[in-house]
């Protein structure tokens, strides 16, 4: 089946500084690929969507000058929370898609930031 | 309108029993409905999915209801497991949508008692 990786699985971080989370296809070609956030015991929030080579879409009240995504390559999208702060603590996990398949997730990333 | 509401928010069964989640949505323009798997620290993992033109879909022990009237569908375990222990997500989307964008309901926790 098709596989999405996430690195790193979990960071901890300071306040202030800015951490990046890479989501890859590793036997696909994603055309689109989404973010999504997920605090303990809840269900997951879609932070935003980005296809190959475009500006990514946001979901509405998410900020997107601290929530940096980039999806350069069919294989490669990058989520980079800039000037983290405590309550950007959550667990980021990322899926992938094909044309018109089936998403997959990846394993997310626990992000920690102190 | 986008809100698809899932119930129970925990469930306990006991093992070899049939563990049942329900699930209603609003929107009609929704016409695919998946449920997930998700284990603590991990990302969610597609389980099972159906479309709007049947009505019911089984695969192994895991079987989908769909009331396309009444707006709902249910997932059914059968002969649970405690393997099976874990947070259950069901979720909508339209495929017309090239980006298919899920929205998922609450989350179930469900828990197999040996």
Redesign the interface.
């Known amino acids: 089946g098709a596989v ?1 990786s ?1 690195h790193p699985s979990w960071v901890i971080c300071k306040s202030g500084t800015s951490v990046k989370i890479e989501c890859r296809s590793l036997d696909f070609q994603a055309t ?1 690929m ?1 973010w999504y956030r997920q605090f303990p ?6 932070m935003a ?1 980005s ?1 190959e080579g475009s500006k990514a ?1 946001y979901e509405q009240g998410v900020e997107k000058d601290k929530f940096l995504i980039n999806h350069a390559s069919l294989t490669l999208s990058t989520l980079t929370v800039t000037s983290a702060h405590p309550e950007d603590s959550s ?1 980021y ?1 990322c ?1 992938a ?1 094909q044309y ?1 398949g ?7 990333t ?1 992000l920690t930031v102190t | 309108q986008q809100q698809v509401k899932q119930s129970p928010q925990s469930l306990i069964v006991q093992k070899g029993g049939i563990s049942i989640i329900n699930c209603a949505y609003e929107n009609t323009a929704f016409d695919y409905f998946p449920w997930y798997q998700q284990f603590p620290g991990k990302g969610p993992a597609l389980l099972i999915a159906i479309r709007p033109d049947v009505s019911e879909k089984k695969e192994g022990r895991f079987t989908i209801s769909f009331n396309k009237s009444a707006k709902q569908f249910s997932l059914h375990i059968m002969d649970s497991q405690p393997g099976d222990s874990a947070t259950y997500f069901c979720a909508a989307s339209t495929l017309k949508q090239g980006a298919q964008k899920l929205v998922f309901g609450q989350g179930t926790r469900l828990t197999i008692n040996p």
């Open positions: 999405v996430q689109t989404f015991k809840q269900s997951l929030m879609l969507t296809n879409t667990f996990i899926s898609r018109r089936q998403q997959y997730f990846g394993p997310g626990r």
